[in-house]
């Protein structure tokens, strides 16, 4: 039997959870707290939130991976304690780390280990070393897919195994931001802002404009390409079968600090793609459409990553996205009929046409995309409606007083 590559989505709120789980996601990593390589973002979730975040994951046979991976200090470790105690108890699958105080109590609780990415996982030696404490390890970004797959090689002919007494699995990043540094070991931020990279705080610094200027002579130089330090967003939808053909057993999607509509339009592609490795569908008609629709939301352009052995890296030329369409925020959820199955919002801002494309964005509804065929404004028939408005317009979908209504512009 063929074993079935692991799609593994972010989950930096409860929206995109949600969006996760829609989207056909096998497991999803989400953050508690502070001690975790996203904590700046403002949307974590806490230790009060994990027994609903596992209930629901069990409920859609979706797996759950709390990401413990920031550099950890003296005064940090009660901290982790409590929030491997807390994980262990709500049944999390496993925990992502890369500090061994945190491999260190995860093992003496008795709780799954994988390896962050920040361990920078470049040989056989360094997979055998962690096996005493891990199921599943990143490998480095850097690395080539015939460096991977000599690697997954490797842990077959030397029968590699981890706790649980099963093969090590390799898992590698297929899609999304990729950090200049090694590994995402970055002190750009620490230096110049005071905010570590490494725990979790980074201000993307190297994603702005730069010059360079001669010092001694006070001359600056003129550079072809001014985002000298901002990559392109990894893409590797359109060689899946050379992962497959790595051996590599899970894939993952960056974007804990993404959008709800982001992980849903990426892990469904992405899904699509897997799925069609495995009945024989895979192949490069379809590439453009995922392209295309992954196009559609944050990226800074696409490149290959250092899998292919193409280039040292490929550089973004523009500041921000380069999505070929963006939401804009124009109402909230006031109410739901659900036997005439009506949506009710109210307008906060801008206008909403019949014909426009919306989405729809709530904690527990996930993303809900659809188009607007006719609306009702106060009650009455409406070609559009603009702030202050009470509109109201069909949906098979049940909405709730928490989600937000998007317009879709086309860029």
């Given at each position: 039997?063929?074993?079935k590559i ?25 953050g508690?707290?502070?001690l975790?390589?996203?904590n700046?973002r ?7 939130d994990?027994?609903n975040i596992?209930k629901?994951?069990?409920e ?13 200090y ?9 929030i ?5 108890e ?5 925990v ?10 995860a093992?003496?609780i008795g709780m799954?280990?994988?390896i962050?990415?920040q ?8 997979v055998e070393?962690y096996?005493?404490y ?8 850097e690395?080539s ?8 090689n490797?842990?077959?002919?030397r029968?590699?195994t ?22 995402g ?8 802002y005071?905010?570590?990279?490494n ?9 702005r404009?730069?010059i360079?200027i001669?010092k001694?002579?006070d001359?600056?130089l ?9 990559a392109k ?6 060689f899946?079968d050379?992962?497959?053909?790595a051996?590599?057993?899970v ?17 469904r592609?992405?899904r ?7 009945t024989n ?9 995922w392209?295309?629709?992954l ?5 800074r352009?696409f ?20 999505a070929?369409?963006?939401k ?7 109410n739901?009929f ?6 009710e ?10 014909g426009?494309?919306?989405?729809i ?9 659809s188009?607007i ?15 202050g408005?009470?509109l ?8 709730r007083p928490?989600?937000k209504l998007?317009?879709i512009?086309?860029?």
């Open positions: 039997m063929i074993n692991e799609l593994m989505a972010p989950a930096g709120s409860a929206e995109s959870m949600m969006a996760a789980i829609q989207a056909g996601a096998d497991s999803i990593y989400f508690l707290d502070s975790n390589m996203r700046s403002g949307s974590n979730f806490t230790t009060a994990l027994p596992v629901l994951c069990k859609n046979n979706v797996k759950t991976y709390l990401t413990l991976n920031s550099v950890i003296d005064n940090d470790i009660n901290t982790v304690k409590t491997l105690n807390a994980a262990k709500n049944d999390v699958t496993a992502i780390a890369s500090d061994h105080a945190v491999m260190n109590y093992r003496k799954r280990i994988h962050s990415t361990c920078n996982i470049s040989n056989i030696e360094a070393f096996s005493a891990a199921d599943v390890m990143v490998m480095a970004r690395l897919l015939v460096q991977v797959g000599e690697i997954v490797q842990i077959k002919e029968e590699i981890g706790p649980n007494g099963e093969l090590v699995r390799v898992e590698v990043f297929g899609h999304g931001a990729l950090c200049m540094s090694v590994s070991k970055c002190y750009l931020s620490l230096d110049t005071s905010t570590s990279a725990r979790g705080s980074c201000v993307q610094n190297c994603r404009k730069y360079v001669d001694e002579k001359i600056q003129e550079v072809d390409n001014e985002y000298i330090m901002s967003d990894l893409c590797t939808i359109d899946l050379k992962i497959q053909d051996g590599i057993s894939l993952k999607i960056e974007g804990r600090g993404r959008a709800a509509d982001y992980v849903l339009t990426v892990v592609c992405y699509e793609a897997i799925d069609s490795l495995y569908e895979y192949s490069p008609e379809k590439f453009e459409d392209k295309a629709r196009s559609t939301v944050f990226n352009g490149w290959d990553g250092y899998y292919l052995g193409k280039k040292m890296g490929e550089w973004s030329e523009v500041h921000g996205s380069r070929t369409q963006t804009v925020l124009i109402g909230k959820g006031t739901y659900g036997g005439a199955q009506v949506a919002f109210l307008m906060e801002q801008d206008e909403l046409n019949v426009d494309d919306i989405i964005i709530g904690p527990t509804s996930g993303v809900i995309e188009k065929e006719s609306l009702r404004v106060n009650g009455n028939p409406a070609e559009k409606a603009i702030k408005d009470k109201t317009f069909s949906m098979d979908k049940k909405i928490s989600d998007y317009k512009v086309y860029n």
